[in-house]
């Protein structure tokens, strides 16, 4: 069936440290996939979105392109900082009424 | 602007005793509604979604229901909680035909 595959956390990285949060999907046809954040105690918020093959999403310094050769919508950042740390969600939209979500990768950013 | 409310903030209740979770959003009308469960570490998983008044799709069986009295209201309920209901329970909603989702601030349940 459908699903949503991301890496597992927790990630720790060093303030300015290059990120990457790898995301792969399995799905028929070409869904839209999206990034959602979480912050402490917060629910989820929309990071960024790709809605065709080949598009770019980005939003606060963040980055993911949509990679229908390799099914995947990996998350990037060039330089973290410690506001960063959160948990990040990837998921994509089944059509319908309905978004499968990844289980979430925990970021720790330390100063 | 939009804005989506739940309350409360916090629970904590014992086993066997009943839950009301509610939701409201502001600012929209006749929006998607859903209800999703995060267990600690883990992922989101969609309990309930309605797409209009009286209409609740469930997607785990499970001891909780949901009912959507208004356009805007969304309630999550249960007769009899379990040790395993404790969580923290986000509701959201979304534009008909629109794919983002929009969260509220979440309610942290701990049975004991």
């Known amino acids: 069936g459908d699903s949503v595959t991301q890496m597992e956390g927790p990630v720790t990285l060093s303030e300015e440290a290059f990120l990457t949060i790898n995301c792969t999907y399995t799905a028929t046809g070409y869904p839209s996939l999206f990034w959602y954040v979480q912050y402490p105690g917060e629910g989820l918020q929309l990071l960024l979105k790709a809605t065709k093959a080949d598009d770019k999403g980005s939003n606060k310094g963040f980055e993911a392109t949509y990679r229908k050769e390799t099914t995947s919508f990996h998350l990037e950042k060039g330089s973290v900082q410690v506001s960063d740390s959160a948990v990040y969600f990837c998921?994509?939209?089944?059509?319908?009424?309905?978004?499968?979500f990844g289980a979430g990768t925990r970021l720790f950013v330390k100063a | 602007s939009q804005t989506i409310h739940q309350w409360p903030a916090t629970l904590v209740q014992p086993v066997g005793s009943p839950l009301s979770l509610e939701c409201t959003v502001e600012g929209t009308s006749n929006p998607n509604l859903y209800w999703y469960r995060q267990a600690a570490g883990r992922g989101l998983q969609l309990l309930f979604y309605?797409?209009?008044?009286?209409?609740i799709s469930s997607e785990v069986p499970q001891n909780l229901s949901a009912s959507r009295p208004q356009d805007r209201q969304f309630i999550l309920s249960s007769k009899k909680l379990l040790l395993s209901d404790s969580g923290f329970y986000l509701c959201a909603w979304s534009v008909p035909q629109q794919e983002t989702q929009y969260f509220g601030p979440g309610t942290r349940l701990l049975v004991l």
């Open positions: 998921a994509r939209f089944t059509g319908g009424f309905k978004t499968i």
């Open positions: 309605s797409v209009g008044i009286g209409q």
